[in-house]
Nanobody, 120 residues
Framework: QVQLVESGGGLVQAGGSLRLSCAAS????????MGWFRQGSGKEREFVAS????????RYAESVKGRFTISRDNTKNTVYLQMNSPKFEDTAVYYC?????????????WGQGTLVTVSS
C-alpha cells in the first residue's frame, strides 16, 4: 500500500513560482500513475495533472496547461508539481494521488493535502 505525504505548499505571489512535492512510501510507487488534484474553498475536488509510471505521458487540466509541470523521480519515490505563474484562482488545497490499480482515480490513494494560497 502506498502512503503519500505532500509538502511545499504555502503563500506565493501571483506570477511567482512554487514547487509541491509528494513523497511516497510503499513498494508500488514506481508502478503507479501519479496525479495532483485540488480543492478550492466551497468547490469540488478537481483534476490538475497526472503522469504515468514511465513519465512518458502527462496530462493537464486546461486551466493549468502551460503553467504547471508534473514530474516524478522513481529513485526518490517522489512526484512534483512545479507551479509557474500561479493565479489567484489556483488557491486551493492540493492533493497528491496514486493510482496503482489503474482505476482512473476511482480507487486512488490520497495524501493529506497541502494548502497553496496565491496572493494577487
Amino acid at each position: 500500500q502506498v502512503q503519500l505525504v505532500e509538502s511545499g505548499g504555502g503563500l506565493v505571489q501571483a506570477g511567482g513560482s512554487l514547487r509541491l512535492s509528494c513523497a511516497a512510501s510503499g513498494r508500488t510507487f514506481s508502478s503507479s500513475s501519479m496525479g495532483w488534484f485540488r480543492q478550492g474553498s466551497g468547490k469540488e475536488r478537481e483534476f490538475v495533472a497526472s503522469i504515468n509510471r514511465y513519465s512518458t505521458v502527462t496530462r493537464y487540466a486546461e486551466s493549468v496547461k502551460g503553467r504547471f509541470t508534473i514530474s516524478r523521480d522513481n529513485t526518490k519515490n517522489t512526484v512534483y508539481l512545479q507551479m509557474n505563474s500561479p493565479k489567484f484562482e489556483d488557491t486551493a488545497v492540493y492533493y497528491c494521488a496514486a493510482d496503482p490499480a489503474g482505476s482512473s482515480w476511482t480507487r486512488a490513494i490520497w495524501g493529506q493535502g497541502t494548502l497553496v494560497t496565491v496572493s494577487s
